[in-house]
């Protein structure tokens, strides 16, 4: 099955203690992308990917860091974590970049930082 | 920088009813994108069209390139439906790829 899995889908964290958010998708897709959703906001981009070793900062990449060492795997890292990254994040895949194909999206993860 | 409108963004209607949710962006388009986000869930998508009509099922998705205008219409609406509907569009100017509206959050009541 078709499916971009993120982990954990739950995680409450401290300020300042690192932690990574994993993607990983099974469809060979080139384009990767991590988004923040706030409400009121929206759907905010993070980071992207076009293909293994090339990512691009988004509308919001402060705080975050991202790396495509595998076409499969997207991870998010936040080295520092602060109150204010406490949202619900998205990772999601496509074959080109999103808007010219189906977007396929994880399931979520809702972070909290107290 | 495209602004992508919803509206409404709130809809409460009783099951059987037919549903509008409209979509409106300033800059010309590529693509037009409608998701569906259920409570606690993940991000489906349901549709992807540049032009005309599509439809699924009970849903139906339109554009109209010229007025920058998308609608998607739930017909016999039911419970299951109820969810966010997001609207995003791709501009085509790079690799940054889709703007989101800020979502209808849709409830349909028994």
């Known amino acids: 099955e078709a499916q971009v899995t993120q982990n954990p889908r739950y995680l409450i964290t401290v300020t300042g203690k690192k932690l990574t958010v994993t993607c990983s998708q099974n469809m060979n897709h080139e384009y990767m992308s991590w988004y923040r959703q706030d409400p009121g906001l929206g759907l905010r981009q993070i980071y992207y990917s076009m293909n293994v070793e090339v990512t691009d900062k988004g509308d919001v990449p402060e705080g975050y860091k991202v790396s495509r060492k595998e076409k499969r795997n997207f991870p998010l890292i936040l080295e520092s974590p602060s109150p204010n990254q406490t949202s619900l994040y998205f990772c999601?895949?496509?074959?080109?970049?999103?808007?010219?194909?189906?977007?396929?999206f994880g399931q979520g993860t809702r972070l909290t930082v107290v | 920088k495209n602004e992508v409108e919803q509206s409404p963004q709130n809809l409460t209607a009783q099951e059987g009813e037919f549903i509008t949710i409209n979509c409106s962006y300033s800059?010309?388009?590529?693509?037009l994108h409608w998701l569906q986000q259920h409570p606690g869930g993940g991000i489906v998508s349901l549709f992807m069209?540049?032009?005309g009509k599509k439809k699924h099922g009970r849903l139906i998705a339109t554009i109209n390139i010229q007025e920058k205008h998308s609608s998607l219409h739930i017909t016999a609406s039911h419970p299951r439906d109820s969810a966010v509907y997001i609207c995003?569009?791709?501009?085509?100017?790079?690799?940054?790829?889709?703007?989101f509206g800020k979502g209808t959050h849709l409830i349909i009541q028994p």
């Open positions: 999601a895949s496509s074959p080109s970049p999103l808007g010219r194909d189906e977007a396929f």
């Open positions: 800059v010309g388009i590529s693509a």
């Open positions: 995003a569009v791709d501009s085509g100017g790079g690799a940054d790829g889709l703007t």
């Open positions: 069209l540049s032009s």
